[in-house]
């Protein structure tokens, strides 16, 4: 086909380029990244709802965005079938079009709300790490940042042309009532460095308070390590940064697709990172990274039998565990045991104490366990 009059005319191809996809690059790498994004989601799901049992406003957002995600990677595959990844001169005028209407609804999906949704989500769940006024105000405050701009960011592209449609018709020329590409450039590259700022913050923000915490400085190591996983996507939104600054309208788009692909990828890194650190109670024990302090103390009783007394103790602001940052919950546990195990009777709740007792063979007394946990 002949180059549409909104477009720069592309390089003659050669013969053996008619032919040429690149299709295969493109949906082989997104693909990959959504598949291993949702694993992680799915994941992080299954540890809060099942094995924590503790769900929270940070994973209801965190479902949205992969559902967004999903959304994104349709929409290359309905471009696919248009010719994406292929060479424009290559195309029909109306796969043409479909392929750039396709990418408009990506770009508010995958660039902007999904995006957006992400750090709400991060953000959110680093709340739960510290209740200092300081804090509290910075994370809040972020949140109400990256909604101001993940709108601003909305709105230019509803508003870049009016219509909208003139925004992705490539045959529409003069007349259009469009801002400047100048202007919308402007406007693309302020919020991807407001993403990359904002990666950056999320993975920064809480690496002091979890090092002065209490815990294993293994423990400490792993969930600073992490969070910072945070900082893939910050060098992937440099990248696209570089390509945006570096690339003028590319005039065989179709066939590269440069920038909407590293953006789908920096929202899938960013989907991993931001679900890493709930799986500590999955790998935890694996990797032996319990935080909880315990002080043992061994006995013997007039019949010789070991008496042990062990106590967990968690909860402070600076002696907590991994899973109480994560998943805001503290428990307190005694147990002593002398001799034999007898018979046990749990009493019951209208007694208040909700302990169970052990009555030890012979004359040798009670065992008495005592267990709450407080969840907030």
Not at 89 to 98: A, F, H
Not at 167 to 186: H, R, T
Not at 309 to 336: H, L, P, W, Y
């Amino acid at each position: 086909m002949s180059t549409p009059p909104g477009l720069p005319p592309p390089t003659p191809l050669r013969p053996e380029q008619v032919h040429e996809s690149n299709l295969s690059v493109i949906l082989g790498v997104s693909t990959f990244f959504e598949i291993l994004a949702l694993i992680f989601v799915a994941v992080r799901l299954y540890t809060r709802f099942v094995v924590v049992k503790n769900p929270r406003a940070d994973d209801a957002v965190m479902v949205l965005v992969a559902l967004a995600s999903v959304g994104g990677l349709v929409t290359f595959i309905l471009q696919g079938y248009h010719g994406l990844g292929h060479h424009l001169l290559t195309l029909e005028v109306s796969d043409l079009l479909n392929i750039t209407k396709l990418g408009f609804i990506q770009s508010l999906i995958v660039q902007m709300l999904s995006i957006g949704l992400l750090k709400i989500s991060v953000a959110l769940s680093l709340l739960l790490i510290s209740q200092s006024f300081w804090y509290t105000c910075s994370t809040w405050a972020l949140i109400a940042f990256v909604s101001a701009y993940t709108f601003m960011g909305c709105m230019t592209f509803f508003l870049q042309c009016k219509p909208i449609s003139d925004s992705w018709n490539l045959l529409v020329v003069g007349d259009k009532n469009c801002m400047s590409k100048d202007l919308f450039f402007m406007f693309s590259l302020i919020n991807t460095v407001c993403n990359i700022v904002t990666d950056v913050v999320t993975a920064t923000l809480p690496v002091p308070l979890i090092w002065k915490l209490k815990m294993k400085k293994r423990t400490r190591i792993y969930l600073i390590a992490v969070l910072s996983l945070g900082y893939m996507a910050v060098v992937v939104g440099i990248v696209k940064a570089v390509f945006q600054i570096t690339s003028t309208f590319d005039p065989d788009f179709t066939y590269r697709y440069t920038i909407p692909l590293i953006s789908i990828v920096q929202l899938h890194i960013g989907i991993i990172a931001a679900c890493a650190p709930t799986l500590k109670p999955l790998v935890g024990h694996a990797l032996k990274l319990s935080s909880r302090d315990k002080y043992s103390e061994d006995y013997y009783n007039s019949y010789g039998h070991e008496l042990r007394s062990t106590r967990k103790i968690r909860g402070n602001a600076t002696d907590v565990d991994v899973e109480d940052i994560m998943f805001q919950r503290e428990e307190c546990s005694t147990t002593v045991q002398a001799g034999n195990v007898g018979n046990v009777y749990e009493k019951s709740k209208g007694d208040g104490s909700g302990s169970e007792e052990v009555i030890l063979p012979g004359e040798r007394g009670i065992m008495r366990t005592t267990e709450f946990t407080v969840t907030r």
